[in-house]
Every structure is written in structure tokens, then in C-alpha cells.
């Protein structure tokens, strides 16, 4: 089995009932590869009736099954609201929320346990890639991340370096291609399936860098943020990935 082609969309704090028609424009499409779209959870019901062969996934999910957790969501919750995958570990909730590789790690498979694919980020800072610790951190949080019970079919990697999130910059193919690379490495050698995971690119994939992103070796998709709101931009990516 190779790793299937997966094109993500992140929306993170943004959309409301108007912007599901974005979503009927991508599954009005001939997409020719998976597509996930991660709305707010305000929207995970909602979407579903729009999406079409379109997955629709939660943005975070809690490690507990339910309980006194004020504004948190379950793992189930997110099943029962029709979401097939939930994003874990994003950056974005390790810096906001102080997440940990052991928390994410639980919520993984807390994510597993009520059916969910994870789709778990790892990513390294701007002074941890200055100081040349890229390929620790990355080792390290996909060590520390991703659960035992991990296999190609229920997880999908992220590698989102954190200076490259919604600035319009991104590493070189070069930079993309060392990263993905160690995480197949790591992967293979920890899971009998870990040539089978899909290996996602996030960080600034727009129109007109995806194909150049999508050539490098082990890259099987990408997360994209800003690019993801508007079927006028993801279209045309998912579309690289298609033909990739
Ligand atoms: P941008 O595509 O907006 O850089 O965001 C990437 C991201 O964080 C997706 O999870």
C-alpha cells in the first residue's frame, strides 16, 4: 500500500454558516485525491450536509471521554457531529495552550478509540532551525506524539514548521525533503506500517508553490491554512496534488 494523497484544509478560527459555500464548490469538483476540510466545530454538522466525498474533520478534540471540562470537546463529540478525522498538536495549540507532546499523545488516542483518523502536526521554531536542531525536534515530538496504536490507516504526519505558518515563507525543497525523510525513517522504524503513513507539508502551500512541493520525495499532501478558506485557491492546489 502506498500512502494516499491527502489535501487538508485547516481553516482554524475562521467561518461561519455563509462560508459553506466554499465547501459546495470543492464537492462539485473532480478532486481526483482525498480531501479534508477542518472547519471550526461550530461548523462540523453543518458542513458534513454540504461536503459531498469531501472528509470533514475537528480542529482539536480532549483526551477524556467526557466529564467537568468546560468548553472542550470530545473525541466521541466530534464522531457524533460527523467529523472522520480531528487535527492534533497543531502549533498554533501547543503555543496557545501549552499543549505537550504527551498531551497530544492522549488525545490521539482518545481520537482513535471513538474511530477518528488523527492528522498529528510537528514542526520546528525559527531559533530551533537557526540553532540547526530541526531534525531533533521533529525526532522528537513524533516520538513524544504520536501513540503506539498508530498505523498508516488511522494517522497522517504533519510536518508544519512553525515560522513558515501563515507567512508566506517556506523552507526550500531541500529543508522539506531532510524533514519528510526522517519522519518515514523514524516511522518505519517504529511502526510495521510506517511506509504506508501520509506525510502532509504545512506552512505558506499556496496555487503556485504546491506542484513544486508536491515533487518532493515523501511529501503525500499538504495542511493548508489561508489557502484552504477560498475553493478559488484550495481547488487549484488539490488539483497539483492530484497530478503530482
Ligand atoms: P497557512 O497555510 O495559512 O500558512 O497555515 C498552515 C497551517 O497552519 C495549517 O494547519
Known amino acids: 500500500m502506498a500512502p494516499k494523497k491527502l489535501a487538508a484544509g485547516n481553516w482554524k478560527m475562521n467561518g461561519v454558516t455563509a462560508s459553506l459555500v466554499e465547501l459546495d464548490a470543492l464537492a462539485a469538483r473532480e478532486n481526483g485525491c482525498d480531501v479534508l476540510i477542518c472547519p471550526p466545530a461550530t461548523l462540523i454538522t453543518p458542513a458534513v450536509a454540504h461536503a459531498g466525498e469531501i472528509a470533514i474533520g475537528g480542529q482539536d478534540c480532549h483526551a477524556n471521554e467526557s466529564g467537568a471540562h468546560t468548553g472542550d470537546i470530545s473525541a466521541a463529540m466530534l464522531a457524533d457531529a460527523g467529523a472522520s478525522h480531528v487535527i492534533l498538536g497543531h502549533s498554533e495549540r501547543r503555543a496557545d495552550h501549552g499543549e505537550t507532546d504527551a498531551q497530544v499523545a492522549a488525545k490521539a488516542i482518545a481520537a482513535h478509540g471513538a474511530g477518528l483518523v488523527t492528522v498529528i502536526c510537528v514542526g520546528e521554531t525559527e531559533a530551533e532551525r537557526d540553532g540547526g536542531d530541526t531534525l531533533d525536534v521533529i525526532a522528537s515530538q513524533l516520538a513524544g506524539s504520536v501513540p503506539d496504536c498508530a ?94
Open 151 to 244: 498505523t498508516a490507516a488511522n494517522t497522517v504526519i504533519a510536518y508544519e514548521p512553525v515560522w513558515a505558518i501563515g507567512t508566506g515563507r517556506t523552507p526550500n525543497s531541500e529543508q522539506i525533503a531532510e524533514v519528510h525523510a526522517l519522519m518515514r525513517d523514524k516511522l518505519s522504524g517504529r511502526f510495521s506500517d510506517g511506509a504506508d503513513f501520509s506525510l502532509l507539508y504545512g506552512g505558506s502551500v499556496k496555487p503556485g508553490n504546491a506542484a513544486e512541493i508536491f515533487a518532493i520525495a515523501h511529501v503525500d499532501g499538504a495542511l493548508v491554512g489561508g489557502a484552504s478558506l477560498k475553493a478559488s485557491d484550495f481547488g487549484p492546489i488539490i488539483d497539483a496534488l492530484a497530478q503530482a
